[in-house]
């Protein structure tokens, strides 16, 4: 009778904290690695995820740069201020970070950016979202953020999109600017080598 209550207990803390979103996995190097046939083989060792793993590149003369990041969809929910709440950190993403990822320092939004990799949060507001690149990148959702890591902070506008995007995604084109696109709202910044 013991053991049961034991095991019983154990089972429900088990299940309160994946359903809490304290429970992940480990974080795996292949999700960033600089390698394509490493995050291809992250790809597929991840490929049952609702939310799959995409990365848009970019090659700036020597410099490359490229961003890693989760697929959600929409699937009829309500994201903006219900799934997604506004005003507060968001990891841009689904399952791990967003992970933004340069070999040479870069200009963001005119600001100097270190060479590295840095996890690219958001807080979504009604108007403005405020975009953070944090240095510690290795973490599951936003649930280890810790603001004194912060590398670089920004606002920016978001706009209505002018179709409805089902999967989050990020482009980057060879101006620099990087947009994203979910649902039916984008936001856009910049980025250059220095």
Wanted: with cysteine; glycine share 6%.
């Amino acid at each position: 009778m013991i053991e049961k209550i034991g095991l019983k207990r154990v089972m429900f803390l088990l299940v309160s904290m994946s359903l809490s979103g304290c429970f992940s996995p480990s974080y795996s190097d292949k999700y960033v690695s600089s390698d394509p046939s490493e995050f291809k083989q992250y790809q597929q060792e991840t490929k049952d995820r609702p939310s799959p793993a995409a990365r848009e590149n970019l090659k700036f003369g020597k410099s490359k740069v490229y961003l890693t990041y989760s697929q959600p969809g929409v699937k009829g929910r309500t994201i903006w201020g219900d799934l997604v709440k506004y005003d507060e950190i968001w990891r841009t993403g689904a399952n791990e970070a967003t992970v933004l990822s340069s070999d040479t320092d870069l200009l963001v939004q005119g600001d100097t950016l270190k060479a590295g990799n840095y996890a690219l949060y958001t807080i979504p507001g009604r108007l403005k979202w405020t975009v953070i690149l944090n240095k510690k990148y290795d973490v599951w959702g936003a649930y280890d953020y810790d603001i004194t890591k912060d590398a670089l902070r920004f606002e920016v506008y978001s706009y209505r999109l002018d179709k409805t995007e089902e999967r989050m995604k990020f482009f980057i084109d060879d101006t620099g600017e990087v947009k994203f696109a979910w649902e039916n709202i984008g936001f856009k910044f910049y980025i250059m080598p220095i």
